[in-house]
């Protein structure tokens, strides 16, 4: 075998996979945000809210967590329409990755939540705080901090999983890759150079994810 | 034109399941086999290997595992090799289970005290001697909830292998909605048969690791 490797292409194609890289990161910036929005609100469901309400939470987050994030994307976005609910690819990848998220995250937080002792709700209550204040300033911010690290992974962990995107064609980074590949025949380069884009990428969120940790939680960082 | 029955969606369906069924076997057993090694070489005595196997299992763990199955699609050909998609499927999750598991178990080897290490070398035994009376028998009873855990995400990454067009579960799924236009149905279906492949795993890796609970009787 003679093969040579060739990495010309890529001054051409620059501007595509640029764009991919864009598309790639705004998805996982508004998946992560309001993934963990969701993902708070249903811990908060499962471990203190109503009791009707947990076992709709708990179906939801089993569900997710069970299957491939891939069938969860095509439900979406070919399931979903049959029943009247049309979107975009975009809109279809980043609701899909809201829900994907929402339901690890639950799972974390609450672990996080649930490790609060009881004394907390007492000594909160008895500040006269109310219920929300109580679970956002005693319980939530305290949680939140202990599983950052956790919680940063899943991050990191459904930004990788975006790469399927690409199948549903939201022009995401994988989608420019296999774009340039045939256009350019050039599977192996093309594939090589966005792996390691996407490994600059994870290593990236994960040093962003840590430093926000560190300015959300300044006092645990200086103990 | 042909109508297609619920049951003849389902039955094509759980057809193509055995497909997910086998892959997810042979990623798992293959991916154990070459994670064990991987975790030897990890917490090995030489520093460059342990480094080397620690980058390896950071390339994995830090790409999607889609561009692995696509380098290991096209990356395999490049040898000359005339790669199916089963091949390139197998050869790709094996490596990505292997990175995993070893960081697994390498979590769970460390979680063993220190002095257990001491003791066993104060009675003169090797290190593979100390690894095979000592160390692993602990270390494993700590390993098995993670491992049944991830086997989860064995059974679900498996999916991807549709992309490179290895016909398992969810590429059944795609040609049966292209055949008969009911998306909502077929992946409905395809969702269903994952979750009943994949619940039961998950839920006895809870159980597992409340009766187990080792964590916090060790020390």
């Known amino acids: 075998m003679r093969y040579h490797f060739d990495f010309g292409w890529l001054i051409e194609y620059l501007p595509v996979l640029l764009k991919g ?26 471990a203190l809210g109503p009791k ?46 809201v829900v994907n998220l929402g339901a690890y995250s639950c799972e974390i937080i609450r672990a996080g939540i649930q490790a609060t002792p009881r004394g907390q709700f007492e000594a909160g209550a008895s500040l006269a705080m109310s219920p929300f204040q109580t679970f956002w300033y005693v319980v939530l911010v305290p949680a939140l901090q202990r599983i950052w690290p956790a919680l940063s992974s899943q991050v990191v962990i459904v930004m990788l999983g975006s790469a399927v995107v690409s199948q549903i064609a939201a022009e995401d980074l994988t989608f420019a890759a296999n774009f340039i590949q045939s256009r350019t025949f ?38 | 034109m042909t109508q297609f029955t619920f049951w003849d969606i389902l039955r094509n369906l759980l057809l193509a399941a055995r497909w997910t069924v086998l892959l997810s076997l042979v990623s798992f057993t293959g991916g154990g086999i070459v994670g064990a090694a991987l975790l030897f070489l990890r917490i090995g005595s030489r520093r460059g290997i342990r480094l080397l196997s620690r980058g390896y299992i950071q390339l994995f763990q830090g790409t999607p595992l889609l561009m692995q199955l ?33 960081e697994i178990w390498r979590g769970c080897v460390e979680s063993i005290a220190k002095g257990q290490w001491e003791a066993s070398a104060s009675l003169g035994m090797g290190y593979l001697q100390q690894m095979r009376y000592v160390i692993l028998p602990q270390a494993l009873k700590v390993a098995v909830p993670p491992t049944v855990g991830f086997s989860v995400q064995v059974v679900k990454g498996t999916a991807l292998t549709s992309i490179i067009g290895f016909v398992e579960l969810s590429k059944a799924g795609s040609i049966v909605t ?22 039961p795993l998950s839920k006895s890796s809870q159980l597992l690791e409340r009766k187990l609970n080792v964590a916090h009787r060790n020390h």
């Open chain 1, 186 to 223: 050039r599977a192996f380069e093309t594939y090589i150079v966005s792996t390691l884009i996407y490994l600059a990428l994870a290593i990236l969120l994960r040093q962003l994810l840590a430093g926000l940790g560190w300015m959300l939680f300044p006092r645990k960082a200086s103990r």
């Open chain 1, 21 to 46: 890289i864009r598309i790639t990161v705004q998805l996982i910036l508004i998946g992560a945000v309001l993934g963990v929005a969701l993902g708070t609100a249903c811990a908060w469901a499962r």
């Open chain 2, 70 to 102: 696509f380098l290991a699609f096209f990356g395999l050909g490049l040898f000359g090799i005339d790669v199916p998609a089963w091949l390139a499927a197998c050869v790709a999750l094996i490596l990505w289970t292997a990175a995993f598991l070893a």
């Open chain 1, 52 to 97: 009707w309400l947990k076992p709709v939470v708990a179906t939801y987050v089993e569900l997710i967590r069970n299957t491939p994030f891939l069938i969860q994307l095509f439900f979406v976005f070919f399931g979903l329409p049959s029943l009247g609910i049309k979107m975009s690819e975009l809109t279809a990848a980043n609701l899909a990755m």
């Open chain 2, 178 to 199: 292209n055949a008969t236009f009911q998306p909502f149905t077929v992946y409905g279906l395809v969702a269903l048969i994952y979750f009943a492949l994949c619940w």
